[in-house]
């Protein structure tokens, strides 16, 4: 490409009273100034996003910003010895997509360090299925391994199921041979037979996950999944079984950790937490080079939907207003 060649961005602007989206001609001269440039495939909308759009949380860091914390494409321009013109490359988190300019455009220049090559066995497309949703719900199932938590330990629990990243973490646990049982909040047997039709084997759905727990209830988890935080990650620990592992990575109900000491030092819980934002590249490509297998093809296509660039300012309300079901793949080239 050209340096005077337009492609199509999003771009983020303050306006007076609130943020403005809209589609944009840019050239790679209107790029910031780093050492890859990349022909970008594919990115993803996640909830962060739908935080950003909505102006809550100050995701957006720098005005005027291309947002996008996920994408997959090939390397045109490259300064860095690690990445050459041809390489099929991923990027995830790094605060990229906030602070720095990220995947909803045609073309990107990123920072080589935040950049990893695309697994062998998987497409870009296929890597944006996974996105940081899936990536992320990688390292949670990892983490559950790694504190000794095997199918044969007993039943795990996924929070936030109809999201990108429990349903994918759904789909990994299932292939892995694990009882899984997927929490929601929707008692429509629709959304349901969703969960089953990726992996969960029960589902769970009770008044009981909107209280308080007690210290201890009855043990019932060997592991857990958790991005939702607050009141629900206070029962799922009260509910472990002895010495269960919980990986814990969002906090869609909230920051608050309304717990007591019980189960820690009582049935010897522990509590993991999982960053996918910042984590080290040598986890960052283990993950990615597991997902290669570790999820099915056909789990993914239940999970993803896709939609071009223009939609996902709409979308973006519809996740954080809670009405979409799955992963949204955006393709920036539709």
């Known amino acids: 490409m050209a340096k005077n060649d337009f492609f199509k961005a999003l771009v983020v602007e303050k306006g007076e009273n609130e943020l403005v989206a809209s589609l944009k001609q840019l050239t790679v001269t209107d790029l910031p100034d780093e050492d890859v440039l990349i022909q970008v495939d594919y990115s993803t909308l ?3 996003e739908g935080l950003g759009f909505a102006n809550r949380n100050k995701i957006f860091r720098i005005f005027p910003i291309v947002p996008g914390v996920d994408l997959a494409g090939t390397v045109v321009e490259s300064k860095s010895p690690e990445f050459k013109p041809g390489d099929k490359v991923i990027l995830n988190g790094w605060s990229v997509g906030e602070r720095y300019w990220g995947g909803y455009a ?57 999201g990108g990243v429990g349903g994918n973490a759904v789909a990994i646990l299932d292939k892995l041979g694990y009882k899984v049982t997927a929490l929601t909040r929707s008692k429509e047997p629709a959304i349901h037979d969703y969960l089953k039709k990726i992996g969960a084997q029960e589902v769970a759905c009770g008044e009981e996950w ?38 814990a990575c969002g906090l869609a109900a909230g920051y608050d950790l309304p717990t ?13 937490g999982v960053d996918s934002v910042s984590c080290p590249k040598p986890r960052r490509i283990a993950a990615w080079d597991r997902l290669v297998t570790d999820i099915t093809d056909e789990a993914l296509e239940t999970i993803n939907t896709v939609i071009p660039l223009e939609e996902v300012p709409r979308y973006a309300k519809e996740l954080l207003a809670g009405h979409i079901t799955g992963h949204i793949v955006v393709d920036v080239n539709a």
């Open 210 to 247: 909107s209280k308080a727990p007690a210290p201890l209830e009855s043990q019932k988890w060997a592991g857990a999944v958790d991005n939702v935080g607050s009141v629900v990650l206070a029962r799922i620990l009260a509910e472990m079984k002895y010495g269960g592992c919980v990986a």
């Open 46 to 48: 996640n909830y962060k």
């Open 106 to 162: 045609q073309m990107a220049k990123i920072k080589s360090d935040f950049l990893i090559h695309l697994p062998q066995g998987m497409d870009t497309k296929k890597a944006m299925h996974i996105g940081t949703a899936g990536y992320t719900a990688m390292l949670m199932v990892m983490t559950l391994e790694e504190a000794g938590v095997t199918p044969n330990s007993g039943p795990i629990l996924v929070t936030g199921a109809t």
């Open 260 to 272: 007591t000491v019980m189960p820690f030092i009582l049935r010897g819980v522990s509590l993991r």
